[in-house]
């Protein structure tokens, strides 16, 4: 008889234990399966400007764009698109996380470049000489090492507050020039150089700030590279018409230069 009555409490622990994994998997797996949809936060470069076919609204939202491409590709279950020309951080904060929620899956992001002023940056070099873009970019290198930082944390921790089950891809920018490329006008070399090493110094904190929040860093330089202004074939625009599409990726720039580093990452 005690032989039988463990053997049968045994059993009936056994079949406890193993409802609950089952249960406990069940929750589980559900829970992965409802996070699966996409929002795609940032600015220019996450909405596509430069990549054409926007959708007529004052954040020129490309069909072209990263987001738009990985949506086409993976068809999540639902699709947020909120990265807006011209976006800070705290625009982000303000306007663009409202579509997180428990059920986000993922999260794409490029942010910062605004913060620190690379257009403006960019004006001055094509517009006053080399000598004020040096000075410029050496003002924009000094608010990315000293403000930025704490303006990334603010967006990060918001997207991990509201979307605790979400991967986050925090996108980074490519360099923007081919140093002793094909370029026969334009800025100054020693103003490309300095473009690129802002571009790096950008590069550099988001990426640490990304991993400090347990996110994946997408680093596009490489896939750029041989891509930048002056190199020939190139998926950046240089000075442009209309203006605002100038020093961001074209189409192919998306396709070619974002969308994979997205994809191996996501």
């Not at 996070?35 to 795609?40: P, S």
């Not at 011209?86 to 409202?98: F, K, N, R, S």
């Not at 507050?161 to 020039?177: E, I, N, R, T, W």
């Amino acid at each position: 008889m005690k032989l039988r009555r463990w053997a049968s409490t045994a059993t009936a622990a056994a079949v406890f234990l193993g409802l609950s994994s089952l249960t406990g998997a069940a929750s589980a797996s559900a829970e992965e399966n409802a996070a699966t949809g996409y929002v795609a936060l940032g600015d220019s470069y996450s909405a596509g400007v430069g990549a054409g076919d926007y959708d007529g609204s004052d954040c020129k939202r490309s069909a072209n764009s990263y987001p738009e491409l990985w949506r086409t590709a993976n068809s999540p279950s639902s699709f947020d698109f909120t990265a807006c020309s011209g976006a800070v951080t705290d625009d982000v904060l303000a306007g663009q996380l409202a579509p997180l929620n428990a059920s986000t899956g993922l999260v794409s992001i490029s942010i910062g470049g605004n913060d620190a002023g690379f257009g403006d940056a960019m004006t001055t070099c094509v517009t006053q000489g080399e000598s004020a873009c040096l000075t410029r970019l050496l003002q924009a290198r000094d608010y990315i090492a000293g403000t930025l930082p704490g303006k990334l944390d603010a967006v990060y921790d918001a997207i991990s507050d509201k979307a605790p089950s979400a991967k986050v891809v925090v996108l980074g920018y490519p360099h923007m020039y081919k140093l002793d490329g094909e370029c026969s006008v334009g800025i100054s070399e020693k103003s490309r150089a300095a473009v690129n090493a802002a571009s790096d110094d950008l590069n550099g904190v988001t990426a640490k700030r990304a991993a400090d929040h347990g996110y994946s860093f997408g680093d596009v330089r490489p896939a750029f590279t041989g891509h930048e202004i002056c190199s020939g074939d190139e998926w950046l625009h240089s000075v442009t018409l209309p203006v605002d599409e100038s020093y961001h990726p074209t189409a192919a720039g998306q396709s070619g230069g974002y969308l994979p580093v997205l994809e191996g990452l996501a």
